[in-house]
C-alpha cells in the first residue's frame, strides 16, 4: 500500500527547533514534488512551500522564508522539514503531500495529491 508517514512534531519552547519527517512507502519519492502544509482549527490550510523532485525549494508562505529549510534523504526515501525559530504563531498540524511529477507549479486550493501523511502537532505555547 502506497502511503507518506509523518513524524517528528512535538511541544518546543519559543525560538526552538524540531524536524519534522515524511517517509514513502510502497512508491519512489525522488519522482516526485513534495509541498508542505499546515492547518489550524476553523482556518483553511495554508501552504508553506514546495520541495522539488530536483532539490530546489519554493517558499509560498513568506512568514517562514529564512526559518523552515526542507531536505530529501533519497536513500531513505524521505522529504524533510527543518522548522527553526518557532513562534507561537506557528502552532499548527503539520502535512506533507505528493504530486505526480518532480515540478513545484502553482497549483489550486482543491487540487487533489496523489497522496497525504497523516499530519503531525507542533506547539509553541505563547
Known amino acids: 500500500q502506497a502511503q507518506l508517514v509523518q513524524s517528528g512534531g512535538g511541544l518546543v519552547q519559543i525560538g526552538e527547533s524540531l524536524r519534522l519527517s515524511c517517509t514513502a512507502s510502497g512508491f519512489t519519492m525522488d519522482n516526485f514534488a513534495v509541498r508542505w502544509f499546515r492547518q489550524t482549527p476553523g482556518n483553511l490550510r495554508q501552504t508553506l512551500l514546495c520541495?522539488?523532485?530536483?532539490?530546489?525549494?519554493?517558499y509560498v508562505t513568506d512568514s517562514v522564508r529564512g526559518r523552515f529549510t526542507a531536505s530529501r534523504d533519497y536513500a531513505k526515501n524521505t522529504a524533510y522539514l527543518q522548522l527553526s525559530g518557532l513562534r507561537p504563531e506557528d502552532t499548527a498540524v503539520y502535512y506533507c503531500?505528493?504530486?505526480?511529477?518532480?515540478?513545484?507549479?502553482?497549483?489550486?486550493?482543491?487540487?487533489?495529491?496523489?497522496?497525504w501523511g497523516q499530519g503531525t502537532q507542533v506547539t509553541v505555547p505563547s
Open positions: 503531500a505528493t504530486d505526480s511529477g518532480r515540478d513545484c507549479q502553482i497549483l489550486s486550493y482543491s487540487h487533489k495529491y496523489n497522496y
Open positions: 520541495s522539488s523532485g530536483y532539490g530546489t525549494t519554493t
